[in-house]
């Protein structure tokens, strides 16, 4: 059974361009969250999703950021216009359809994003 | 008040010896608790949840005070491998997990 899977794992843009991370649940998980962790920081929450809502986006910057869960395919982050501030870890986790929020979340490996 | 608190260490100890992290938290509508352990560069995993009767796994103690706000980790039989940075996590009144910023052990032989 594989665990979350996030790619690319490594991503290098330049300032201005436009940056997508990918993120497929583990089997079985309907729910997904999206995680920024900034060097020498701990993990912040950006966003949760099920299949095709948004439900909470409450740590999500208010421009230049977005997330989808799509019906088919994986979870994508995606940021317009990165900024070297942009730099930072972003971790994709996932839980059963049990009791969001509550049950365990497990993490895939991260997309590190460096803007030059 | 940050929401979860932690001693950011370093904690450097010799193989053998046992050592305790501690964690406040400000949110008293929190559900739920976790340590996760994090090493360099690599993706968080669950070490144990923490339960209010505490709990042990192994070399691994937990423990949480809810009226003090309160959640340790008791590490005994320190081994090489248990160094790492220890996250300690609280699931806030949504559905959000909550992270400290670490804890790092650093145990040496």
């Known amino acids: 059974n594989a665990g979350v899977m996030q790619n690319p794992r490594h991503l290098v843009r330049r300032r201005g361009q436009e940056a997508r991370l990918r993120c497929s649940p583990m089997?079985?998980?309907?729910?997904v969250y999206w995680y920024r962790q900034l060097p020498e920081e701990g993990l912040k929450f950006m966003v949760y999703l099920q299949k095709e809502n948004i439900i909470d986006e409450s740590g999500m910057p208010k421009e230049r950021f977005s997330a989808e869960f799509p019906k088919e395919g994986p979870s994508i982050l995606r940021i317009q216009q990165v900024v070297r501030g942009d730099s930072a870890a972003y971790f994709c986790?996932?839980?059963?359809?049990?009791?969001?929020?509550?049950?365990?979340?497990?993490f895939g490996p991260g997309t590190r994003l460096t803007v030059l | 008040r940050k929401e979860v608190e932690q001693d950011p260490g370093p904690f450097n100890v010799p193989e053998g010896a046992t050592v305790a992290f501690n964690c406040t938290y400000s949110n008293s509508a929190s559900q739920s608790f976790f340590w996760y352990r994090q090493d360099c560069r690599k993706e968080p995993k669950l070490l144990m949840s923490v339960y209010s009767s505490g709990n042990e796994d192994g070399r691994f103690t937990a423990q949480l005070n809810r009226a003090s706000q309160y959640i340790s980790l008791l590490i005994r039989d320190s081994k090489l491998s248990d160094s790492a940075t220890y996250l300690c996590v609280v699931n806030g009144a949504g559905t959000a997990l909550i992270f400290g910023k670490g804890t790092t052990l650093s145990v040496s032989s």
């Open positions: 986790a996932s839980s059963p359809a049990r009791l969001a929020g509550v049950d365990t979340q497990y």
């Open positions: 089997k079985g998980h309907s729910h």
